[in-house]
């Protein structure tokens, strides 16, 4: 359904300076959708080499999509490739996404309570994402 340069357009719109801080919903739902209605193969295609390391993007955004490209695998029963586990894809603080931002603002034990659901392929990078390719 989307060729295979879908993806090469959201990691350009990445490197634009709106998507510096944090995992904006948008961007990740429209990153979700193009993935979701690939083949698994495709999408196992597409993570096998590193398409982040040369890139200008966030260093969320770079633990974002080494998460994503481990958790593809993982659901493929398929080992990760090693350069998921780059130091550079795993942050120093605990970041969530600004849609968990959103619905826990203002309240600080809900917002600590997504920690508990998140995927541990983003977990582990510090990233508190509940949800991926679930795009309809």
Do not use: Q
Request: charged fraction near 30%; hydrophobic fraction near 40%.
């Amino acid at each position: 359904m989307f060729k295979k340069n879908n993806i090469e357009i959201i990691l350009k719109e990445l490197e634009s300076d709106d998507y510096k801080t944090g995992i904006n919903v948008n961007i990740k739902s429209e990153l979700d959708h193009r993935l979701v209605y690939m083949n698994p193969k495709k999408r196992i295609h597409i993570f096998r080499k590193d398409i982040i390391s040369e890139r200008n993007i966030s260093a969320a955004w770079k633990a974002y999509i080494a998460g994503l490209a481990e958790y593809i695998f993982n659901k493929n029963n398929i080992a990760a490739p090693n350069w998921v586990n780059k130091p550079e894809y795993f942050l120093d603080e605990l970041t969530y996404c600004e849609g968990t931002l959103a619905i826990s603002e203002g309240n600080d034990e809900y917002k600590k309570s997504f920690i508990d659901i998140a995927l541990p392929e983003f977990l582990k990078r510090n990233l508190v994402i509940t949800d991926v390719l679930s795009a309809i």
